[in-house]
């Protein structure tokens, strides 16, 4: 008997792992990847000597990364090395700035200065997030969401309460921190990758449990080493590869996808599984009787935030940088409501800088700086010109420059813009969508677009925009669980 074959359309995060536990159950595996490189929204770019990771920059949850290559016989020093930053991260203010340090105690400490008995209940706020990223990371997460009685085991229906999917994560922080910074050092990372923090299920503070106690890291060569490391497992595996090919088609015949036409070949496999963006694969590549999902489906979900990102180089050194900083010297709440309320291109942003020249020597020429601005935006927008993104660049630039006391615009040599239009243009994303779907209680689990096809036997889904949801280690996750859902299904 014939081995069983697979086609992978995508090599993303969650494209890679789902192409890697198929190999590993001996299935034949073809990954069609549309970019020259693997990776998707985790590409590299390089230019005169300035290397940038174009997507991810925060290493965070190390222990699901150790996983996902464990269960292949392997380690995560086998590809690539680590070292956790200390301090993990900066937030600028609009009267100063606060190091966040690596060390718990320091950290508590930290919050103690700035609101007195706030150290005691950062401890406890830690205690439910411990419990909610042990069963979140764990369990929850790795359930494909294609019915309710995956969840109706006695461990997650008595900690339903424990879990807090029914409160927001606002009102939950507002419980223990007054102090306005406080609580904007913990909501941030919801802000920034899926929804307002008041419809933001209380459940994520797991990502509070990941930042704080998990740590954030640096792996030697930037994000790219890990899509690079995954990359080699694959091909350790016998995984095959096609660059520079764009799928067109899925023909299907009797609810079942009999081909798959690309720009260059036809394909046939037993099974197609798309990391490619759902949305792009329903409505573009699926004939209609086919969809799952209507074009109003679509239009009404809640989308995670596009970017406005500026990869630039500059011919000095810094004087006192830092490998990550948040701008949260204007108002927080104003930038999310431009974000997810009233969508709109932002008048003060928030912003994010990168500057990983900083931790890694070979990410700039000797006495250059690498830095990558980041603008969350609402995905959707219109009027993505270069006379906006020259705009803005001058204006969180010049941020920048007053907080930091130093030039930054005078020394720059080099300088990539990227936004809404080119998420569309090179990932075929949804609304020019950078994070996914937003992690709103009613998109998450079940409540996402299903894994599996409803309408062709044998269409899967993995990625962002299906479970368990954004982010690096979700997707790792999310590839794994649809190839157990594959195999289920095929025996």
Not at 17 to 34: D, H, L, R, Y
Not at 42 to 63: E, L, V
Not at 220 to 232: E, I, T
Request: charged share 20%; aromatic share 14%.
């Amino acid at each position: 008997m014939k081995d069983k074959s697979v086609i992978v359309i995508g090599s993303g995060f969650a494209g890679l792992s789902a192409a890697s536990f198929m190999a590993k159950e001996g299935w034949q595996v073809t990954v069609i990847e549309k970019n020259e490189t693997p990776g998707g929204r985790a590409r590299q770019w390089k230019a005169d000597g300035f290397t940038f990771d174009m997507g991810p920059s925060f290493y965070w949850m190390p222990d699901v990364f150790e996983r996902y290559f464990n269960q292949f016989g392997k380690t995560v020093e086998d590809y690539y090395s680590l070292q956790r930053l200390d301090p993990s991260y900066r937030i600028y203010w609009n009267d100063g700035y606060t190091d966040l340090p690596a060390d718990y105690s320091a950290l508590k400490d930290l919050f103690e200065s700035i609101e007195a008995g706030s150290g005691e209940k950062l401890d406890k706020y830690l205690q439910g997030a411990a419990y909610k990223y042990e069963l979140g990371i764990n369990k929850l997460v790795h359930k494909p969401g294609l019915s309710f009685t995956e969840f109706a085991d006695w461990e997650t229906v008595s900690g339903v309460f424990k879990l807090q999917v029914f409160s927001s994560i606002k009102k939950h922080i507002s419980k223990y921190f007054k102090n306005e910074k406080l609580r904007q050092i913990m909501e941030f990372p919801v802000l920034f990758l899926g929804a307002l923090p008041e419809y933001t299920p209380a459940l994520y503070s797991l990502m509070n449990y990941a930042d704080i106690k998990g740590g954030t890291w640096y792996p030697d060569g930037g994000m790219y080493a890990v899509v690079n490391g995954m990359y080699q497992l694959a091909l350790e595996l016998g995984v095959r590869f096609q660059f520079n090919e764009i799928v067109k088609e899925l023909v299907v015949e009797n609810a079942l996808i009999k081909k798959v036409v690309t720009d260059k070949n036809t394909y046939v496999a037993d099974v197609i599984i798309s990391g490619a963006d759902y949305q792009f694969t329903e409505q573009s590549l699926l004939p209609l009787a086919y969809r799952s999902y209507s074009t109003k489906y679509w239009e009404k979900k809640v989308m995670a935030p596009s970017c406005l990102l500026y990869y630039v180089g500059l011919n000095k050194k810094l004087k006192s940088p830092i490998h990550h900083s948040l701008f949260f010297d204007v108002s927080f709440d104003q930038h999310g409501q431009e974000i997810y309320k009233n969508p709109k291109w932002p008048d003060e942003p928030l912003f994010y800088v990168s500057v990983s020249s900083v931790t890694d020597d070979n990410a700039a020429p000797s006495g250059h700086e690498n830095i990558v601005f980041l603008i969350p935006v609402a995905a959707g927008l219109e009027g993505d010109t270069v006379d906006l993104r020259d705009k803005y660049f001058s204006i969180i630039a010049k941020r920048m420059e007053q907080h930091i006391g130093e030039s930054i615009l005078a020394s720059v040599v080099y300088k990539k813009s990227y936004s809404v239009t080119d998420f569309v243009g090179d990932y075929n994303s949804f609304k020019g969508n950078a994070y996914g779907l937003a992690n709103t209680l009613m998109q998450t689990a079940i409540f996402r677009p299903s894994c599996k096809s409803k309408k062709v036997k044998n269409l899967f889904y993995t990625g962002q925009l299906t479970v368990p949801g954004p982010g690096v280690p979700p997707s790792l996750i999310s590839g794994e669980v649809v190839a157990k859902q594959v195999i289920k299904t095929s025996k």
